[in-house]
């Protein structure tokens, strides 16, 4: 049985240097007017080279989003229900050994969330957990998404990678969209920065994307937490996985998520920085290499670079934002994960989406 | 000009716009007006029936037809539960039938469709399915209820035209319901060369909502739309290889003999 990373191996011993170091403006030119562009074309557009040529593939990029998406953002919002975590990730605030405040809501308190976020208009939410298949296990996930159910119209999840079986089950409780990185898509690096825990299991996690598009899983979103590695190569790959997902499984709707490590709870000192210039980029040669591929950009960045990203092709935005258990109703909220930039509510985002010429969207789905 | 009859409804305009894609819903009355279209279609999807300013169908007119689409559906069976739940939901009894299972062209799957018109039109539905131009498809699509078939100029969104301009005309020539063509429409010519070929009506909705002036393009269809129908209607002039002089060679003849 094939799986991506079949894929990974084939590109992994590719040296990216040496093909940087032929691609030529000209090159980046001749790619940004084809229809369809390769594999190694869109590792062209992650060049040095083709950071000279931005505001080209910008246009290029505008041009395809409104062709595929229009003058639409979709809203949502994270709702954290518990940080509990075994894992041992270098880089999170949830990593098990920060004394951190734990929580866990029960169904009541998930309620008053869920009703609290759904004043806001909000219609389409994000459900996170840390990875405790103790404190957190797939009945409790369920019981949350059948009490979601009444309050909002797309419910996608972001926890601990499950089984095809497992999928198809949050699927029949009501959950439409899966979020899940790969963090990082090198090996190597992969294990350093996972230090103990399930999540140590690279394959187990690389597979849980295609186990949910082959259990019916409408939504997909993937991407790799920038800053672990080098980005140009880990762009590359996402990309490559996303392409990789949308052939195999043509009806799902495949999406990529473009995150920047932000400070948190515990220390970590191996970032790669990845500037607001390299962001761009990344998202521009994403878009070309993949018109019809969603792009989430999350509150983890400023209001300024949000709002100046949205003609590049975003497609959704989250807003109204906490990622401490709990923030938006308790008054005793679990830890935070990360610190998020932009701190605006739904209805400040929804000015600032109307101010760029974009209709911000609410509801893009139906519990049917 | 000559009317469009659609599921019974007696239209005078015969472009049909499309709500996705706008820079703001609140734009949507004034291209509405604009563009003198009577047909709407909105995808069930969008639609927020709990929020009134979000709810795309407070920006839709009480006389215009609702033409939900069943965006979003994968295969027949997720079709046909969309579009009973617009009919619950008080869209009325029009649908437009879109199964789109490749998310990467946008291209319908004709198989499906055929199956949900079946279920559909049986039910009752003024069912006008979205296709590939394929006049087998086309022909069980009308055979099964279908009021209208809408086929493709080109792949949706991609304003490039009517790609797909041969197999159409074989529709229009030969499907005994009215032929809307839907999606590629870039422009108001390509409109018009639709509506010259004998399209019955056109649906129009990227190259509407993503011009810089939204309420002046649409004004430009109905135009271009209302100019291709009297074109088709006076039956354009024949083409010819050569040109042809206004004094023929043989002008002479006609003259009678002296």
């Known amino acids: ?368 | 000009m000559d009317k469009l009859t659609i599921g019974g409804a007696i239209l005078e305009s015969r472009l049909l716009i499309g709500t996705g894609k706008f820079p703001s819903k609140k734009i949507i009355p004034e291209v509405i007006k604009s563009s003198g279209t009577q047909v709407v279609t909105m995808a069930l999807r969008r639609v927020d029936i709990e929020s009134q300013e979000e709810n795309i169908l407070t920006y839709i007119p009480e006389d215009i037809i609702l033409l939900p689409n069943t965006s979003g559906a994968r295969n027949a069976e997720e079709a046909v539960r969309i579009a009973r739940l617009a009919r619950a939901m008080g869209c009325g009894n029009w649908v437009k039938i879109e199964v789109i299972s490749d998310n990467k062209y946008l291209l319908p799957d004709n198989q499906e469709t055929i199956k949900a018109t079946q279920v559909l039109a049986k039910e009752g539905f003024v069912v006008l399915p979205y296709m590939s131009p394929d006049l087998m498809a086309a022909k069980r699509m009308e055979e099964a209820g279908a009021a209208a078939v809408m086929p493709l100029g080109a792949p949706i969104g991609t304003n490039r035209g009517i790609r797909t301009r041969e197999l159409v005309q074989i529709l229009i020539d030969e499907i005994n319901v009215p032929i809307i063509v839907d999606a590629g429409i870039g422009k108001p010519s390509d409109a018009a060369e639709a509506m010259e070929m004998g399209a019955e009506a056109v649906l129009v909705n990227t190259a509407i909502a993503t011009s810089a002036d939204p309420v002046k393009m649409a004004e430009a269809f109905s135009l271009a739309v209302k100019a291709g129908r009297l074109a088709y209607l006076s039956k354009l002039g024949p083409e010819r290889q050569y040109a042809q002089a206004s004094s023929p060679l043989t002008g002479f003849l006609n003259e009678g003999e002296k």
């Open chain 1, 1 to 368: 049985m094939m799986s991506f990373y079949d894929c990974y191996l084939e590109y992994n011993d590719l040296d990216f240097e040496n093909f940087f170091a032929q691609v030529t403006e000209a090159d980046i030119l001749r790619i940004l007017r084809k229809n369809k562009i390769t594999e190694y074309e869109f590792l062209a557009l992650l060049s040095p080279v083709a950071e000279n040529l931005l505001e080209d593939m910008a246009q290029r990029a505008r041009q395809l989003s409104l062709q595929h998406f229009g003058k639409a953002i979709l809203l949502f919002t994270p709702m954290y229900i518990a940080n509990h975590c075994v894992n041992k990730c270098s880089y999170c605030g949830f990593n098990v050994e920060n004394d951190i405040a734990r929580k866990k809501l029960s169904l009541e308190e998930i309620e008053r969330e869920a009703a609290a976020i759904a004043e806001t208009g909000l219609r389409h939410i994000l459900v996170l957990t840390g990875e405790s298949r103790k404190e957190t296990p797939l009945s409790y996930i369920v019981n949350a998404i059948k009490i979601l159910r009444k309050y909002f119209q797309s419910i996608s999840i972001e926890i601990y990678p499950l089984t095809e079986e497992e999928y198809q089950e949050v699927i029949e409780a009501g959950v439409d969209g899966l979020t899940i990185y790969q963090e990082v898509y090198d090996e190597k690096i992969y294990d350093k920065v996972h230090l103990a825990g399930p999540k140590k299991n690279y394959k187990f996690r690389l597979d849980a994307p295609e186990r949910a598009c082959k259990a019916k899983m409408r939504n997909v979103n993937i991407g790799a937490l920038l800053g672990l590695n080098e980005w140009r190569r880990e762009a590359f790959f996402t990309g490559l996985h996303a392409s990789y997902l949308q052939n195999k499984y043509p009806d799902v709707e495949i999406s990529i998520s473009l995150p920047r490590i932000r400070p948190h709870k515990g220390v970590f000192e191996d970032v790669y920085l990845v500037n607001d210039r390299s962001l761009v980029q990344i998202m521009l040669a994403t878009r070309i290499f993949l018109p019809y591929v969603g792009i989430t950009i999350s509150t983890r960045e400023s209001q300024r670079l949000r709002d100046n990203l949205i003609p590049l092709g975003v497609t959704k935005m989250s807003a109204g934002v906490s990622t401490e258990v709990g923030g938006h109703t308790s008054a005793t909220k679990g830890d935070s994960q990360f610190e998020i930039a932009d701190k605006r509510n739904v209805a400040e985002m929804k000015e600032a989406i109307l101010a760029k010429g974009y209709q911000p969207v609410f509801k893009n789905w139906l519990q049917f």
